[in-house]
């Protein structure tokens, strides 16, 4: 057990809909991320959150948003869902934001279905 | 350039014998760490092993070793007397002092471990 908790596990919607992605970190992590995982396109960084303070951007789409609150969970909502959204969602957390030697715990993943 | 490769997309292995997976990485900075993860078919992502730059020793975590080759840039995977539950994506990641928070991820190995 990573210690970093996802919730929904799977996610079944609408293309259209609006979902909320919810992670809490591991505690004593003040960084969060947020990757998503398609067949096509492996691990794809999408953005990254330091003390509830965006600190890094990958890929998002400006569809998708994110925040870390100050318990340090954090929530990505993804909007105006289309079929290309379809993946698995982690979240991963850090001890700090510029320590090269801590690791991603990663979370179990939200599986999302966009039909 | 692509900062993570992972040139094996598939490995079969017997039960029993060691394998290699290989990762070669891409940087500039004196500071850096080599991760790598282990991704089941269940879909989690398993921190498995670390190993910075300025280590002298290869890192070693049970029947996982981390072959690291700081000239060659190289830092390859050896998991020794493979089980059955070593089958999975494997993944090889890099995180750069300099780059603060960014971690690079490889496009992963699918390991199969035949009975």
């Known amino acids: 057990d990573s210690g970093v908790t996802q919730t929904p596990k799977h996610l079944i919607t609408a293309t259209g809909q609006r979902v909320t992605l919810r992670c809490s970190p591991r505690?004593?992590?003040?960084?969060v991320y947020w990757y998503q995982q398609s067949l096509d396109q492996g691990l794809q960084f999408l953005i990254q959150y330091y003390n509830g303070e965006e600190r890094a951007k990958g890929n998002i789409l400006e569809r998708f948003s994110a925040q870390q609150f100050p318990d340090l969970h954090s929530e990505l909502n993804l909007s105006s869902l289309e079929l290309g959204d379809s993946a698995l969602y982690f979240c991963a957390s850090s001890v700090g934001w510029s320590s090269y030697n801590s690791p991603l715990h990663f979370g179990n993943g939200t599986r999302l279905t966009v039909t | 350039a692509q900062k993570i490769t992972q040139t094996q997309p598939g490995m079969f292995v017997q039960e029993k014998e060691a394998v290699t997976l290989d990762c070669t990485y891409d940087t500039s900075d004196q500071s850096y760490g080599l991760f790598w993860y282990k991704q089941p078919s269940s879909g989690e992502m398993i921190f498995l092993i670390y190993q910075g730059s300025y280590d002298e020793q290869n890192a070693t975590e049970g029947r996982y070793s981390l072959n690291f080759q700081k000239a060659r840039k190289s830092a390859n995977l050896v998991i020794s007397a493979s089980q059955l539950g070593d089958s999975a994506m494997y993944f090889c990641a890099m995180r750069e002092k300099k780059a603060g928070n960014q971690f690079y991820f490889g496009t992963g190995t699918s390991l199969t471990v035949i009975p």
């Open positions: 505690s004593g992590d003040l960084s």
